[in-house]
């Protein structure tokens, strides 16, 4: 607005906030008024629809036109950065927790190969076993009894798709902190 700052505001925002006080005369919102950016065009954020921003704009009007005019361009500036930084935070987060998601996959997977592994390599200890003792034995129905097979790897494997899984969730958590910061104190 007026080369002063990036001050953007919606159609109905505008309708419902800023044409009132120029017809009441309001020297804030005239000069506003006759800013380009007061109406922004495609990619733009409305930065006057929360509770919080009307607040503020009603507290700069309530300064007259000069000092109402640098509370809002305080306020405003302040909100541009913490929208940047923590949409930038919330980001990086999301992408760190489906980093973690796909680890956790991965060792789950390789929990069902290795678990494979030693249950055949159990299956054929049995079979060799018994065709030492001159059993006759049927390849295909062998019973590992528990215990028999090593599942140690197996067991190590699973325990950390679990650790991950619970690292994902927290960071997670975290991300969902930065966008309730967001609602609650910046919007
Ligand atoms: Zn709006």
Request: charge should be neutral.
């Amino acid at each position: 607005m007026q080369g002063l700052f990036d001050f953007t505001v919606c159609e109905q925002c505008y309708k419902e906030v800023i044409e009132p006080e120029v017809r009441q005369g309001v020297e804030l919102a005239r000069r506003l008024d006759q800013a380009p950016a007061v109406v922004g065009g495609p990619g733009f954020t409305c930065q006057l629809y929360s509770e919080r921003m009307r607040r503020v704009w009603k507290e700069a009007v309530s300064m007259g036109e000069q000092m109402g005019l640098e509370h809002l361009r305080a306020k405003v500036t302040e909100r541009k950065a913490k929208e940047r930084e923590l949409q930038m935070k919330t980001a990086q987060l999301q992408q760190q927790a489906a980093s973690l998601r796909i680890q956790a996959q991965t060792q789950e997977h390789l929990a069902i190969n290795a678990m494979r592994v030693s249950l055949s390599a159990a299956s054929n200890n049995i079979m060799l076993a018994g065709i030492g003792a001159g059993k006759r034995i049927d390849a295909n129905h062998i019973l590992v009894p528990s215990g028999q097979a090593d599942l140690s790897q197996t067991t190590q494997l699973n325990n950390q798709a679990a650790m991950l899984k619970v690292q994902a969730g927290q960071v997670e958590d975290q991300a969902r902190m930065a966008q309730e910061e967001w609602r609650r104190f910046w919007e």
